[in-house]
């Protein structure tokens, strides 16, 4: 009889409770009802972002959750206002809520795929944003990041096509031309670079980097005069830019203008005492002119400055070598060799 | 004797008598003529001194070149046009330092008179050979062939060939520098006066060569050239440098030339060259430690000597095999060549006859300063010959397998120049130096000893860039808001629910609800309420609405709903009651609209009569009154007629839409049957009316 009962007590609560959730689910006007007031505070919010209030707006989307919880749309406005704040965490858990009820969203996984790529996380980042092109988020910096993403991942010419189509869909975006080049220059299509530096700087007049690149690039064509003036143009523009002076000075060095050179690299470590690539640039200009003394003083300021400068024990080693220090060089090759470059092995053979 | 070497004896006969015959070696003398010279009273008596004074000085030869060059330089500022003198001291500065200058007063001399003396064009030729000139070099030696009577320019072809030669082989060598740089090992080592002869201890510790600087104020010069003469000294070493020099001192030193040629391999007995001695000799002194002195030395085997002159000596370190120079000419090919003995049995004096190392090693020309290393295989050693830019330069030989010499190669240039390189000693704890002897820029006056450090290949220094290649983190990360999203659109769907019941009974009925929007006069939902009278509708917008309602039996139901009123937002109540069809049931048609004083049916009217024409097809066997009232404003027979004319309209109108005629009858009843009161606006409203009467089933 006990056993009878509980039977019935329990059919009846299972019974009572799909009732319940019948009324509650079935319950068209609550639903109505939820979703008028889901939009209202939805809406409140796109103004607040259209206003520039993000954190008005954060209210409102948070309003609107409370009537419709996971609703995609506010998931993802309140995840892009995280980010904007860099609650990166936060704008992560929102943007998994969403892909996790409606994984078609593409921009929410361009998002997550940027928010994968400020957590380092390139394999990651690059799922995602394969998944936001897939789902036809096909924007011009969802191909650009898929791009930067296949370059650091050394896939470099997936990422030739992804900035060509960043470009196609953006035909002014100046660091897709810029990359691009970059890419081109990594897999050795120098004129290909070339001509996606010039429409970088052609797009953007101010962009520095782009100079910078084209003109070291016009040093490996042979085109030193046109790398001064890609390097004088940035030193116009910028005078505190001592990588420009060191670029600059590298040009007239491989054009045999030693003085001019050294008024460069001088200019660069005037800028900033402790770059010590321009003091190893300097030593060089020195050691062309013959002035080996001076040129080891300045080996030995960049080596003060880094103490793992391969370059400048290798390049001290020579000029030592050429004042007949023989034993200082094959040490100062024994400490570039340690430090990683391998080409100072066939110049310690020379000292056995 | 081969055939080889048996021209070679010829080659060098041919060319000692050319000496013989035709000095070209030896410079010319040429007069000063007192006439010419004179330029003027002032000055003259004191510079034609200094030119007689010169002149003393020149004759005795190279070694006083030096001193007649300081008085010619007092006699030049006197007059500087003197071909003559121009000519002397142009080869003063040739034998002593300073080329350049050289050919700057032998060209002034041959510009100022060309036939200054028949050699001029030689010493020019000789003077821009020394300084790597070697296509003028050639142009003067060629000029000065040419202008020689033919008797004589066959003696000296040979000798002048050789020394184009010389220039062609230079040439090449100075395209082609080798790596290395060559430092004088300072003072203390090196001096004013004559240095060279190096020889290293073999634990590399000490440094044995031999200077022409005066070793006490009692030193003599030997005055065949005025130098000094030769002693040996010893430094000691000190890091990359020598210090402590003093001389070997007696009995190794003595009054005459004594010059250090080798050292044992054990590094205890030096080789010693006295040239007094036999013709020129090698002796050997051992060095007692204990004591800091050496032995007086004494004649090496007789194997090594002969009434000629041997200058070098060295021994291979197991001390199996000697080498030697000798000029001895029955041996010889030329000159002073370089010899070989090997021992009979090791650790004994018992040497087989030394043998000239042939024809491979040694030319018709001179061999000097021989080296071998302590493993017997490398052959260092000075030569005229082969492909030497001028003098003597350094070459190296190493032994093949079938024990004959490789092919002597050049050391290069700039260890080899057209002046005399010598007595080449490799560092044999450390290879990349060796040292030697040489007249060069970095001494400290006449023969010097060098140190060679020698470079590996040409290396090209490393320039660093640090400009980053990607720029794509100067713009991260990028905006999340690049446009502004858009509103979403409210759903304001509204519900209204309700009963329709029995106005009698109050039981649900089932009936069909339409809503029209009252100012689009559009019906916007339409519902069936079930058999209980429940009902449930979507509207669009909080606002006014008619409503009609048609249930089989009952009458249509016409009313006004306004749900702006409404204080609810989504949900809607409305409840509507009808009656059933009884004849005498009444209905006011409240959306009948006529013309002004007209019974013109408006429009707008004929929503509410297409309910009544429906209601009529629904119940066919209905029978209508359809009447006209209005309110009591006007005089009651105009009040009666428009009445009776409206119910008419309203007639015609469903009888044009297919309603049998005798279904229906129209009545004006005017003000008599008011339903609100005629005092107010309101109530006259109420009171204009069409109304319908069910008056048969």
Redesign the interface.
Same mark, same amino acid.
């Given at each position: 009889m006990n056993r009878l009962l509980g039977c019935i007590l329990v059919l009846f609560l299972f019974s009572a409770g799909e009732l319940m959730s019948q009324t509650v689910s079935a319950d068209?006007?609550a639903k109505?009802?939820n %979703?008028?007031n889901?939009? %209202?505070a939805?809406?409140q919010a796109?103004e607040a /972002? *259209?206003a520039g209030d993000y954190s008005r707006a954060a209210v409102f989307l948070d309003k609107a959750l409370e009537f419709s919880a996971n609703a995609p749309?506010a998931l993802? %406005?309140r995840? *892009?206002?995280f980010?904007?704040y860099q609650d990166y965490d936060a704008s992560l858990q929102d943007l998994e809520t969403l892909l996790k009820n409606k994984p078609e969203t593409g921009e929410a996984w361009y998002?997550e795929g940027?928010l994968w790529?400020?957590h380092d996380s390139v394999p990651r980042a690059l799922q995602c944003m394969n998944e936001a092109i897939r789902r036809s988020y096909t924007?011009d910096?969802a191909f650009?990041?898929r791009g930067?993403l296949k370059?650091l991942q050394g896939d470099y010419s997936g990422a030739i096509y992804d900035y060509t189509m960043a470009i196609d869909k953006n035909p002014n975006h100046a660091?897709a031309f810029?990359?691009r080049a970059?890419v081109r220059?990594?897999v050795k299509d120098l004129q290909g670079a070339l001509y996606d530096y010039r429409m970088a700087v052609g797009l953007d007049s101010m962009?520095l980097?782009?100079y910078?690149?084209m003109g070291?690039l016009k040093m490996i064509l042979g085109d030193y005069q046109g790398a001064v003036e890609d390097f004088s143009r940035v030193v116009r523009l910028d005078p505190a830019n001592h990588?420009a002076f060191? @670029?600059r000075g590298?040009a007239y060095?491989l054009m045999g203008e030693y003085p001019k050179a050294v008024e460069d690299f001088y200019a660069a470590v005037v800028i900033d005492s402790a770059y010590?690539?321009a003091w190893?640039?300097l030593g @060089?200009a020195y050691?062309?002119m013959e002035k080996y003394e001076e040129a080891t003083t300045y080996y030995t300021k960049a080596l003060q400055i880094d103490s793992g400068f391969a370059?400048a024990y290798?390049?001290r080693g020579?000029?030592n070598?050429?004042? =007949?220090k023989?034993?200082n060089a094959c040490a100062d090759w024994n400490m570039a060799f340690s430090l990683g470059r391998k080409e100072a092995e066939k110049?310690i053979k020379?000292?056995k | 004797m081969t055939v080889r070497t048996d021209i070679m004896r010829k080659l060098f006969l041919l060319i000692l008598i050319a000496c013989l015959v035709y000095p070209a070696h030896a410079q010319s003398d040429p007069k000063i003529k007192r006439n010419k010279f004179f330029a003027g009273k002032e000055g003259f008596r004191e510079a034609w001194k200094c030119v007689k004074k010169g002149n003393e000085f020149y004759k005795k030869g190279k070694g006083y070149f030096q001193d007649a060059r300081q008085l010619y330089l007092e006699a030049y500022n006197y007059n500087p046009l003197v071909p003559e003198l121009n000519y002397k001291l142009g080869i003063c500065y040739l034998y002593t330092d300073d080329k350049f200058q050289a050919i700057e007063y032998l060209r002034s001399a041959w510009n100022l008179k060309p036939a200054v003396t028949k050699d001029i064009l030689f010493y020019v030729g000789r003077a821009y050979h020394q300084v790597l000139n070697f296509d003028s070099a050639v142009v003067s030696y060629q000029n000065y062939l040419a202008r020689l009577p033919n008797k004589e320019k066959v003696v000296a072809k040979a000798m002048i060939d050789k020394l184009i030669q010389e220039c062609y082989d230079g040439k090449k060598l100075a395209a082609n520098p080798v790596r290395v /740089?060559i430092?004088g090992l300072g003072e203390g080592v090196n001096s004013e006066y004559d240095d060279y002869g190096p020889v290293l201890a073999p634990n590399d510790s000490l440094l044995y060569f031999t200077s022409r600087r005066p070793g006490s104020k009692k030193a003599e010069r030997n005055p065949y050239d005025n130098k000094y003469y030769e002693d040996i000294y010893v430094a000691k070493r000190e890091g990359?440098g020598w210090t402590d020099v003093k001389p070997v001192g007696k009995p190794v030193n003595t009054r005459h030339n004594d010059a250090v040629v080798g050292i044992t391999p054990s590094g205890d007995g030096l080789f010693i060259y006295r040239g007094i001695t036999g013709g020129g000799d090698i002796l050997l002194a051992w060095h007692r430690r204990k004591k800091d002195k050496f032995t007086t030395p004494f004649q090496v085997n007789e194997k090594f000597l002969s009434r000629y002159r041997e200058t070098s000596i060295c021994m291979t370190s197991d001390s199996t095999a000697v080498y030697f120079v000798s000029d001895n000419p029955s041996q010889s090919m030329g000159g002073k060549d370089i010899f070989m003995s090997t021992t009979r049995k090791k650790g004994t004096e018992r040497w087989k006859k030394p043998v000239n190392l042939g024809p491979v090693i040694n030319t018709p020309y001179d061999e000097e300063g021989v080296y071998i290393t302590p493993d017997g295989k490398t052959l260092y050693f000075s030569s005229k010959g082969h492909n030497t830019m001028g003098g003597y330069d350094i070459f190296r030989s190493v032994k093949l397998d079938d024990g004959s010499w490789s092919a002597p190669e050049n050391l290069g240039y700039p260890i080899n120049t057209p002046d005399d390189e010598l007595f080449y000693r490799p560092d044999i704890l450390?290879p *990349?130096?060796a040292y030697y002897s040489a007249v060069r820029e970095g001494g400290r006056g006449g023969k010097d000893i060098f140190?060679i450090?020698f470079? =590996?290949?040409e290396?090209e220094?490393?320039?660093?860039?640090?400009?980053?290649?990607?720029?794509?983190r100067?713009?991260?990360?990028? *905006?999340?808001?690049?446009k /502004?999203?858009?509103?979403? =659109? /409210?759903?304001?769907?509204l519900?209204i629910t309700g009963k329709i019941t029995d106005a009698a009974t109050g039981k649900g009925i089932m009936a069909r609800i339409e809503f029209i929007d009252a100012g689009a006069s559009k019906t916007v939902a339409t519902a069936v309420s079930d058999t209980t009278g429940d009902y449930r509708a979507s509207l669009p917008a909080k606002t006014k609405y008619g409503v009609e309602i048609m249930a089989k039996d009952y009458l249509f139901f016409l009313e006004m709903v306004n749900l702006a009123e409404d204080t609810s937002?989504?949900?809607f109540v409305r409840n509507f009651a009808l009656n059933k069809v009884e004849v005498g049931t009444k209905v006011v048609l409240r959306n009948i609209f006529f013309e002004t004083g007209k019974a013109t049916l408006k429009p707008e009217s004929y929503a509410e009569l297409s309910n009544v024409l429906k209601f009529m097809e629904d119940n066919p066997t209905i029978r209508l009154e359809i009447s006209g009232h209005t309110d009591n404003v006007g005089s009651r027979r105009v009040n009666q007629k428009l009445s009776e004319d409206r119910a008419r309209a309203v007639v015609d109108y469903l009888v044009a839409k297919g309603i049998d005629r005798s279904r229906l009858e129209s009545k004006g009843y005017a003000d008599t049957q008011p339903v609100s009161t005629n005092a107010t606006s309101e109530g006259r409203a109420l009171n204009r009316r069409v109304e319908f009467k069910v008056i048969g089933k």
């Open positions: 068209p006007v109505l009802r %979703q008028r889901y939009a %209202q939805y809406n796109i /972002i *259209k749309e993802l %406005q995840a *892009k206002i980010f904007t998002l940027l790529m400020i924007t910096e650009f990041y930067v370059t660091i810029h990359e970059s220059l990594m962009f980097t782009a910078n690149n070291q990588q060191n @670029n590298q060095y010590a690539a190893n640039n @060089n050691a062309k370059v290798l390049n020579f000029v070598e050429l004042l =007949g023989l034993e110049y020379e000292c | /740089i430092s990359t450390n *990349k130096y140190r450090a470079l =590996g290949e290396k220094l490393v320039l660093v860039s640090d400009t980053a290649l990607f720029a794509w100067q713009a991260f990360p990028p *905006k999340a808001f690049t /502004i999203p858009e509103f979403l =659109g /409210i759903d304001s769907t519900v937002d989504v949900l």
